[in-house]
């Protein structure tokens, strides 16, 4: 039996990227619908799912894309209402790559620092998509994690968010001028920017004289980069004492993580891939073992309803 891939993006047109990711994966066919909205849903997933018996609903899959992560998020909570037993269908959520990107940077730093327990985390521009689930992801491994915006009403937004999706603890510290670089960099052990393509979020000399940090990750991968200093190609590198991963260097296990979690979806029929399940799949891909858990995640429905 054929395994079909039913892209939902939110976006006018599909995600052409993650076509092709899905048939390196092993999809046979992948059904594609841009510009979809929640009322879309409901109507899109009883298609695919009432076409075959659940025996075979393996063979069927969901994906969610779209440049929008918080469409993404509405329309994974639809599709989930959507679906019933025995009618159920493996989804899996990756808005922009936000999901799977950070997740790959997230799995190089445990990889690199092991126990995060205490440990201080900056993560600069924390307020997108990757930034917040980053945030989450390290501050569910025990980190002490600051996110920077330039506005402090985004800022606390953005905290707002992640505590309440993770149910963390994170901080968010204001940075419009890059004089306050030092200051928040002190006691730091781990840097990641997840700031826009083309803009220098950190000098040479900001990090390089940050004493307590032992790894740093710049996913921009747009010149000028993000972090100066850090190339592209950057995976695992140490630089004055750091340990540096740029954003070659974690696109490449992006992809191959992106193809494990499509595969992963053709395995069963009730598997939701969200930050923390394509987080486990990541561990899986490196042997490492999943840091403890201090709190569980809230629930999709959960999450919807509070939106």
Request: charged share 25%; aromatic share 4%.
């Amino acid at each position: 039996m054929r395994k079909l891939l039913l892209q939902l993006d939110s976006s006018r047109l599909p995600s052409v990227f993650d076509q092709i990711v899905a048939y390196d994966a092993g999809a046979d066919v992948v059904l594609s619908y841009g510009g979809v909205t929640e009322g879309d849903v409901r109507d899109l997933i009883h298609g695919c799912i009432f076409t075959r018996g659940p025996k075979d609903l393996h063979n069927t899959a969901v994906w969610i894309g779209g440049n929008n992560m918080s469409a993404g998020e509405q329309l994974l909570a639809m599709a989930q209402d959507a679906l019933f037993a025995p009618f159920c269908v493996s989804i899996m959520l990756d808005s922009n790559g936000s999901n799977t990107t950070a997740v790959a940077g997230v799995v190089r730093i445990e990889e690199t620092v092991g126990d995060l327990e205490g440990k201080k985390v900056l993560i600069l521009a924390g307020t997108g998509p990757v930034g917040q689930r980053a945030a989450g992801l390290l501050a569910k491994d025990g980190a002490e994690v600051t996110i920077t915006s330039r506005k402090p009403e985004q800022g606390e937004k953005a905290r707002q968010f992640i505590s309440a999706r993770f149910n963390v603890q994170v901080e968010a510290a204001t940075l419009n001028d890059p004089s306050r670089l030092p200051e928040l960099l002190q006691g730091v052990e781990v840097l990641l920017n997840s700031g826009p393509a083309g803009v220098q979020m950190v000098p040479r000399s900001a990090w390089e004289r940050a004493e307590a940090l032992r790894v740093a990750v710049d996913l921009n991968a747009v010149p000028p980069l993000g972090i100066e200093g850090i190339e592209v190609n950057d995976t695992g590198v140490t630089r004055n004492g750091v340990v540096v991963f740029g954003a070659f260097g974690i696109g490449n296990f992006k992809t191959k993580l992106h193809k494990a979690c499509v595969a992963r979806l053709f395995t069963r029929n009730d598997l939701v891939l969200d930050a923390e399940a394509i987080a486990e799949i990541a561990r899986e891909l490196v042997g490492g073992k999943a840091p403890p858990s201090r709190k569980a995640p809230v629930p999709k429905k959960e999450l919807a309803k509070k939106k």
